[in-house]
């Protein structure tokens, strides 16, 4: 079994639902979003520090990417994202300001067609 292999994300209280099997791959079963994004601004400055969008069922990596940049994320935990995106409504998974650390963390769902891994980090952050 792979190390990305995690249980089936499922929306209940929303009217979309996800499937992610570790043995299938993704499934689609409704309408839903297909994209997690992980964005990190500058408060002071508004300057995006880093941003990645990855398809869903890779939102661990996407989490592990982005510990390096924050220190919100990184006392995040794997089941804690997963449970933040089983509760997200309106695609917005977390939208937190870090006052100590000069960052706004945004973590959404986004819809679209897969034109592939995106990934920018501003240099030196």
């Known amino acids: 079994m792979s190390s990305l292999a995690h249980p089936s994300v499922s929306y209940s209280r929303c009217k979309w639902k996800t499937a992610v099997s570790a043995a299938a791959g993704p499934r689609k079963t409704a309408v839903g979003p297909s994209q997690l994004h992980i964005r990190i601004d500058s408060l002071a400055t508004e300057e995006n520090k880093f941003s990645v969008k990855l398809p869903l069922d890779l939102y661990q990596v996407g989490l ?30 977390l939208d937190e300001s870090d006052q100590a650390h000069d960052e706004r963390i945004q973590i959404l769902l986004e819809n679209g067609e897969q034109v592939g891994n995106r990934f920018h980090s501003k240099a030196g952050v």
């Open 64 to 93: 592990a990417i982005a510990r390096s940049y924050s220190a919100r994320l990184a006392r995040l935990s794997v089941a804690d994202l997963q449970t933040k995106i089983e509760k997200a409504c309106r695609n917005v998974v």
